[in-house]
């Protein structure tokens, strides 16, 4: 399911796990640690895809609410709906981030048209994982926290994709820095 070491930080015993990306890995991974350390309460530090102007490169963003919307058959009925959100847990911490709508796909949000969508649905960030973890949290009674850092977006055009990784790549260590000197540090 993953890579995972136990250490003590701030005084607490913790498991640090990496399950790899996607939804089933993520899920399965959750599901996993809960039954082996009976863990009551989880952290996910990640990062996400903007898809709302509101968000800027290395902002920290903890979602007020997850929305898995790879089962919406959007020719049928693209809209989501508020039914289908899921509340995250928001933690009490000095530290500026932005909050609103994080959407998990298993696909990573690289086009515009997707872009597009999320933008009109309210959806602030893409990643590939969150919202099944929260599923999984709220059915073993597991408190669940996603705290992400955005690293990128689609950029409209023909090298948009290159420009994106390049753009991933670049935010991606100094975001996972921030969050786990930082946000973890305040969290724990």
Same mark, same amino acid.
């Given at each position: 399911?993953?890579?995972?070491?136990?250490?003590?930080?701030?005084? %607490? =015993?913790?498991?640090? $796990?990496?399950?790899?990306?996607?939804?089933?890995?993520?899920?399965?991974?959750?599901?996993?640690? /809960?039954?082996?350390?009976?863990?009551?309460?989880?952290?996910?530090?990640?990062?996400?895809?903007?898809?709302?102007?509101?968000?800027?490169?290395?902002?920290?963003? /903890?979602?007020?609410?997850?929305?898995?919307?790879? $089962?919406?058959?959007? !020719?049928?009925?693209?809209?989501?709906?508020?039914?289908?959100?899921? %509340?995250? =847990?928001?933690? =009490?911490?000095?530290?500026?981030?932005?909050?609103?709508?994080?959407?998990?796909?298993?696909?990573?949000?690289?086009?515009?048209?997707?872009?597009?969508?999320?933008?009109?649905?309210?959806?602030?960030?893409?990643?590939?994982?969150?919202?099944?973890?929260?599923?999984?949290?709220?059915?073993?009674?597991?408190?669940?926290?996603?705290?992400?850092?955005?690293? !990128?977006?689609?950029?409209?055009?023909?090298?948009? $994709?290159?420009?994106?990784?390049?753009?991933?790549?670049?935010?991606?260590?100094?975001?996972?820095?921030?969050?786990?000197?930082?946000?973890?540090?305040?969290? /724990?």
């Amino acid at each position: 399911y993953g890579e995972y070491y136990r250490t003590t930080f701030h005084n %607490k =015993n913790i498991v640090f $796990f990496r399950s790899g990306s996607r939804k089933t890995m993520a899920s399965g991974s959750v599901q996993y640690m /809960i039954d082996k350390f009976d863990i009551k309460e989880l952290y996910v530090l990640g990062t996400a895809s903007a898809s709302s102007e509101l968000l800027s490169y290395q902002d920290i963003f /903890i979602p007020e609410y997850v929305v898995d919307y790879d $089962f919406i058959i959007r !020719d049928i009925d693209d809209e989501i709906k508020e039914e289908y959100l899921i %509340k995250n =847990n928001i933690p =009490n911490i000095s530290l500026d981030y932005k909050t609103g709508i994080l959407g998990s796909s298993d696909r990573a949000l690289v086009t515009w048209k997707d872009l597009t969508y999320l933008a009109s649905q309210n959806v602030d960030a893409s990643d590939m994982e969150s919202a099944p973890i929260l599923k999984i949290c709220n059915l073993n009674n597991v408190k669940c926290t996603i705290i992400k850092g955005v690293t !990128d977006k689609p950029i409209k055009g023909k090298d948009g $994709f290159d420009e994106q990784v390049d753009v991933y790549e670049y935010n991606l260590k100094i975001v996972m820095k921030n969050l786990i000197e930082n946000y973890l540090s305040e969290v /724990i």
